[in-house]
């Protein structure tokens, strides 16, 4: 029978047909790629995720108002202490080149003396570095620094002492880079923040707070010690913050009086408390902005088999609402030693006034009979005590205005029931964002509040000679041998 074949009208038809999806899919095809080109994520999918950039470097980037240049003056055959660095400043360079604005507002140059040397001799004598170093000079508008490459690392120099190079253990690059741009991007944002002493305060740069001097002075934030018993009976002019770290004794009536004039006047303060201290006069003053501390102790009981143990390391979750945590929603900070409780005027920060910043997570609850004396263990009042939630971090305002965005001439405050999160031995990576995040926020820099930059640290193994034994006999002999035995039984099979 013979087969029916399409007529040539129909052959056309199909054709055509044919040739429109043909089209149609060119065209959706296009128009996905169009669209990716501006709808598109980068992923840092390295162990460490070292050349992941922090929300601070990210807002600095993109407030880059006019068009920056970053020169690498690095030779990768040089010897000097910092060569080593050469791929992760080249790499870290890539990310900030990136994001700022798409290679539009951010150029990097790169530089070898030794291939270069006329535009090196160029540099040195417009920047005034030596060419003997390796830098990285940062040039925006009319003002530039130079940074030198052994800063942007962390180096162990004990085996200098056996005539070895000092051993690299981590890179800050991201730190020093970052806080040098705020530098240049905002030369007038340098901000004073005055620590309160005379109390038993903490002062930062020294321990136990030196990571958070550090960290101030990375951020073009001042640090200047602040005594209102000896000083002219005000708070200095120039103070963008107040803080008061830790006071163990109690401010006098007079000092008292200085803070609340600061505070009426448009004050920024934060206020860290030491639940061992005995403050009432300060408790006073903090319960007349807003913030009350309680007379209690968050606690936590745990079972431990046979036995209830008590825990006073708090983990805290954060609230919404402020731009201090906008950024931390769905992390939590731990708070460890004694913290106390606080009561808000507006519990539920529903008014004007008050705002919630972080609360215990459930199973901690504000313990007013919480001594523990001669082992007696201690007992939830259900009366006094605080349930959840269980406030531990607030901020409080004066003159209504709640967007931490407008300044305005208002007063802030932020009141932590607890100051020895921000020490060194227990000063965390979640402590650091928060603290700087406050910091920022109360000095009017909210655009640069978020998580911070780290210090990425290299990954080591520390084996024994047993274990780099067995390394070595998997590597070097049974791993060879099984892919023999499995050629082997593979010829064998195709000869059979």
């Known amino acids: 029978m013979e087969s029916k074949r399409p007529k040539p009208k129909q052959l056309r038809t199909v054709r055509l047909r044919v040739a429109l999806q043909v089209l149609a899919a060119f065209v959706v095809a296009l128009s996905i790629i169009g669209w990716s080109f501006g709808h598109y994520n ?10 992941e950039l922090s929300n601070q470097s990210k807002q600095i980037l993109w ?8 020169i690498v003056y690095f030779s990768p055959t040089s010897t000097a202490v910092g060569s080593e660095l050469y791929g992760d400043v080249t790499a870290l360079l890539r990310e900030y080149q990136f994001l700022a604005h798409h290679y539009r507002d951010l150029t990097v140059e790169k530089v070898d003396p030794l291939r270069d040397p006329a535009r090196a001799r160029e540099l040195q004598a417009r920047y005034k570095f030596s060419g003997e170093e390796n830098v990285i000079v940062i040039d925006y508008k009319d003002r530039s620094t130079v940074i030198p490459v052994p800063e942007l690392g962390e ?8 005539g070895e190079r000092p051993r690299l253990v981590a890179f800050r690059g991201e730190q020093v880079i970052t806080s040098a741009l705020i530098a240049l991007v905002e030369p007038a944002s340098n ?18 707070m030196q990571l958070i001097g550090q960290n101030l002075k990375r951020q073009n934030i001042t640090v200047a010690a602040l005594n209102l018993a000896e000083g002219s009976g005000r708070v200095p002019a120039d103070a963008a913050l107040v803080v008061i770290a830790g006071a163990h004794f109690d401010l006098s009536p007079a000092e008292l009086l200085i803070l609340q004039t600061y505070w009426n006047g448009g004050g920024h303060m934060m206020v860290l408390l030491d639940p061992t201290g005995d403050t009432p006069g300060l408790d006073a003053f903090l319960a007349g902005a807003g913030i009350s501390p309680r007379n209690d102790r968050v606690l936590r009981l745990v079972s431990l088999g046979g036995a209830v143990g008590i825990l006073r390391d708090v983990t805290g979750e954060f609230f919404a609402g402020s731009e201090i945590t906008s950024h931390l929603i769905g992390l939590n900070i731990l708070f460890a030693g004694n913290t106390r409780s606080l009561a808000l005027k507006d ?20 313990c007013s009979n919480y001594a523990n004396t001669e082992g007696k263990g201690v007992s939830f009042d259900p009366v006094k005590d605080n349930f959840f939630p269980v ?10 205005v709640r967007d931490d965005r407008l300044s305005l001439g208002a007063s802030r405050l932020v009141v932590v029931g607890s100051s020895d999160f921000i020490k060194d031995k227990f000063l965390s990576e979640i402590d650091l964002d928060f603290f700087s995040s406050a910091v920022n926020t109360l000095i009017d820099r909210t655009r640069l509040t ?3 930059p780290k210090t990425k640290e290299f990954f080591t193994l520390n084996l024994d000679d047993r274990q780099i034994q067995i390394i070595a006999i998997w590597s070097m002999l049974l791993a060879p041998l099984a892919a023999v035995c499995a050629g082997f039984v593979l010829l064998w099979r195709r000869r059979s």
């Open 155 to 162: 180096y162990d120099t004990a085996p200098t002492q056996y």
């Open 347 to 366: 519990p539920h920060g529903t008014q004007e006034g008050t705002r919630p910043l972080i609360r215990a997570i459930h199973g901690f609850r504000g």
């Open 391 to 400: 406030i531990i971090a607030a901020m409080a305002d004066l003159g209504g």
């Open 63 to 70: 407030n880059l108002g006019s068009p920056a240049k970053i």
């Open 191 to 208: 901000k004073k923040a005055y620590f309160l002493q005379g109390h038993g305060e903490c002062l930062p740069g020294v321990p136990p």
């Open 450 to 452: 978020g998580t911070t």
């Open 42 to 51: 980068r992923y840092d999918c390295s162990r460490s995720r070292k050349f």
